[in-house]
């Protein structure tokens, strides 16, 4: 069931697997991706004890797209707790993939009691260069003005970055199409909404937001590379490890940074975690 959050940085579009008013598991979505990336997971993870919501950022999928200025880690971080507290939720699970870990992060160091346990899906902070190169490049689609959602789906699958493709990533992307006056195609995500994450100011030390995972926290890590390196690289779970020997890591040997979120590893970090 799909439902509109209105908050007060605007409007947010939310999509419910499982029982309303029961334990809430919240899930945050990547850079320019959308609330369709949870499907897999949602429909075997939710049920008469668990529900499922996800979430599209503002600027993405079918929320709203407000004005320059109004991203960044802090304001979707203040949207996520915004929208727990809508469904009524005081305490809750809470998975963030890709930028959406990040902002997990960032709603632990801001208001930690409220989380029950964290899954970080492949983003810890820092990261390898060369592995974001695929997900800049990523956002061209936004700027597509095609004939048909065939021809869209077409030009994704080209670039080869998710491999193997299934028709969970038609869903994924078709989600995110809307049909103009002219019958042409073209996506709903703001291009500049998305720039405006990417480029934001990075922290340079995320071990406050390491020491602030005091709940526990499973990061799930993608081991096959992306364009020859890693989201997560040695380096960063290293440090993770100095600062918060608590969170544990998971990894994916078979998938990357995309193909991750619907490894069964993923599935089962989350299960493990959010439904001893």
């Not at 809430?24 to 008469?48: E, K, P, Y």
């Not at 707790?81 to 959406?100: I, K, P, Y």
């Not at 021809?151 to 080869?160: F, N």
């Not at 997560?232 to 940074?257: F, G, Q, Y």
Request: aromatic residues 6%.
């Amino acid at each position: 069931m799909d439902v509109d959050v209105q908050l007060p940085s605007g409007r947010i579009r939310a999509r419910r697997w499982g029982a309303d008013g029961a334990p809430l598991l919240l899930c945050v979505h990547g850079l320019s991706a959308n609330l369709c990336s949870f499907t897999d997971l949602a429909q075997r993870l939710a049920g008469n004890d668990c529900q499922v919501v996800a979430i599209d950022l503002r600027g993405r999928g079918r929320s709203e797209v407000t004005p320059p200025g109004t991203y960044g880690l802090e304001n979707h971080a203040r949207d996520v707790l915004g929208v727990a507290t809508a469904l009524r939720a005081a305490e809750f699970d809470l998975v963030g993939w890709s930028l959406g870990a990040l902002i997990s992060m960032r709603v632990a160091l801001r208001d930690g009691d409220r989380l029950r346990t964290v899954t970080l899906i492949d983003h810890t902070g820092p990261a390898d260069a060369a592995a974001l190169a695929p997900i800049r490049a990523g956002l061209n689609r936004l700027d597509a003005v095609v004939p048909t959602p065939d021809a869209y789906l077409q030009t994704i699958r080209d670039g080869g970055v998710i491999n193997p493709w299934s028709p969970f990533w038609d869903a994924c992307y078709t989600y995110e199409l809307e049909q103009l006056p002219d019958g042409s195609w073209s996506p709903t995500t703001s291009r500049a909404a998305a720039e405006e994450d990417l480029y934001q100011e990075w922290p340079r030390d995320w071990s406050d937001h390491w020491r602030a995972l005091t709940m526990p926290t499973v990061v799930v890590r993608a081991i096959k590379p992306l364009n020859g390196a890693l989201i997560v690289p040695d380096r960063a779970i290293e440090a993770l490890a100095a600062t918060n020997p608590a969170v544990r890591v998971v990894n994916t040997p078979e998938s990357n940074h995309f193909t991750c979120i619907v490894d069964p590893i993923t599935l089962a970090a989350i299960q493990e975690i959010s439904q001893p």
